[in-house]
């Protein structure tokens, strides 16, 4: 009877075993699969956050061409910066456009405000030359986006720079601002990096319109 006794034992020893050894199999196989699903999800939440910071990072607008004053008694009375799309950038809500503008006057004086943007309800188109005469109503240190006019019979903008459009960010300037005055104008649209564009008041102003990148 006692070599029946212990092969009976031996064999529920060894499903004891077996049944461990299954036990240690699953809550591996769990922890594996805890281990691998959480290893996408970082994976994915990286991929998100470096797309995130490459879009910050880029910019989404830029300047259109040079940058106007248009004066008034020796001084610039309006300002207007042109502003497109940059390559493959999407469309950008401009009444969602941050504007911060800084004037510096040679005697060291400074003006400035962090949001200068106003909206304008009706917007008309206009040309690089004539901008002035479409703006009305604007305090100082005030800015609205302006249409570039592209075809004749059009009217009205719709708030939203797209592909192929440039509008001009024009901005009244303070009363005062002569020649060798600093304009620093910084621009965040809500996607994308802000752009900043700075520039001199030439020291001779003899035309009603003047180029501030090339002085005259």
């Known amino acids: 009877m006692r070599p029946k006794l212990r092969r009976a034992r031996r064999g529920i020893v060894g499903i004891e075993a077996a049944i461990v050894l299954i036990a240690f199999v699953l809550v591996a196989s769990a922890l594996a699969f805890v281990v691998l699903n959480m290893g996408m999800f970082t994976t994915q939440k990286t991929k998100e956050v470096i797309a995130r910071a490459y879009e910050e990072a880029t910019r989404a607008i830029d300047i259109a061409g040079n940058v106007v004053a248009k004066t008034s008694d020796g001084s610039v009375d ?73 075809d004749e019979d059009a009217t009205t903008g719709d708030n939203l720079l797209e592909p192929g459009e440039i509008v001009l960010l024009v901005f009244k300037a303070p009363t005062g601002t002569g020649p060798y005055s600093r304009i620093i104008v910084e621009i965040k649209p809500p996607q994308g990096a802000s752009i900043t564009v700075e520039r001199v008041v030439p020291p001779k102003i003899d035309s009603t319109y003047v180029d501030l990148d090339i002085g005259g």
């Not at 009444?95 to 503008?101: E, F, G």
């Not at 005697?107 to 304008?120: E, L, V, W």
């Open 78 to 150: 309006l300002v207007a910066i042109p502003i497109k799309l940059t390559a493959g950038s999407r469309a950008v809500d401009l009444n969602k456009t941050a504007v911060a503008i800084t004037v510096i006057n040679p005697d060291g004086s400074a003006q400035h405000t962090d949001n200068g943007y106003r909206y304008i309800d009706e917007k008309t188109f206009s040309k690089i030359k004539d901008f002035g005469s479409d703006i009305t109503g604007l305090n100082e240190l005030e800015a609205t986006f302006v249409y570039v006019r592209t």
